[in-house]
C-alpha cells in the first residue's frame, strides 16, 4: 500500500501530493513553523513542507503510538496516545521537538482528540463501563470530566477556536452523525441528520468552517480502505458540501489538520 500525504487548497478547490511513501503512515497534524507530523508503525515524523521527507520524532519509550496525536496551541508540545507501558492506549505530553513522554491520563484507554485553545485541557474518548464516552481533564493530569455519554459510542472531539464547543461524532440507534456541546457538557445539538456516516469534525482556525470525513451509508465504524469523502460546513451549521471523494477512512483526518491561516488542511489518502 502506497499512502499520499496530501494539502488541499480552499481557494483553488484541489489537493496536491506532498509525498507519496511506500508503506503506511496516516493522521497530519500541521505545524505554525511550516511541518506536518504524522504516525507510523507506533512512531511520530515530522515532514516539512519545503522540503518534504519523513523524519523520526523522538518519543522516548513510547513506540507503539496511533493515530491520535497533536499539538499544544503554543506549538511547544506534543500530544500523543501510547500503549507501549499500558494495556491500552495512554494520553502522554512531551516537548514538540522530542523527548520523555510525561502521562496525563490514569485510565485507559485514552485516545486524545482535542487541545482547548487556552492550552489548559485536553478533549478525548474513553472506553469506561464497557462504553466510549467523551472525556476532559487538564493538561497536566488529574481527575477526568465526563461531558457527554449519552451515545452508543463517540469519537473525534476537537475544540472551536473560540473555547466554546466541542465537535465530535456520536452514534445513536445505527446513526453517527456530528454533535456540538459546551464543555461544561450543556447544550448538546446535532449538526447533521443525513444517511452518511460522519466522523472527525474539525473546526477551523478561524471559526468559518467544520472539515470533516464522510463514510457511506451503513459504513460500521471508521474502518480503512474505504471510498470516503471529505466535506466542508458552516461553523454555525448547514448544508455541507463535498471537497473531495478518495480511499481512505481511518487515518485520513483522525486528528486536527487545519493550517494556522485556515486556507489549506493536510489529510492522507491510500493507494491499494
Known sequence: MRSQLCI?????????????????????????????????????????????????????????????????PDGQRLVISDRSRTEGSCIYTLPVGGGEPERVTDAIPSYWHGWSPDGTMLAYVGRRDERFVLLTCPVSGGAETVVTDGFDHVDGPDYTPDGEWIWFNGEREGAVDLWRIRPDGTDLQRMTEDMLVNWFPHPSPDGAHVLYLAYPEATVGHPHGLDVSLRLMPAGGGAARELIHLHGGQGTINVPCWSPDSRRFAFMRFVP
Open 8 to 72: 488541499f487548497d480552499l481557494e483553488r478547490g484541489a489537493a496536491e501530493v506532498l509525498l507519496d511513501h511506500d508503506g503506511h503512515i496516516e493522521a497530519p497534524n500541521w505545524h505554525p513553523d511550516g511541518y506536518l507530523i504524522v504516525n507510523g508503525r507506533g512512531r511520530l515524523f515530522s515532514v516539512p513542507l519545503d522540503a518534504p521527507e519523513l523524519q523520526p520524532i523522538d518519543t522516548g519509550f513510547a513506540v507503539q503510538c496511533n493515530n491520535d496525536h497533536g499539538i499544544s
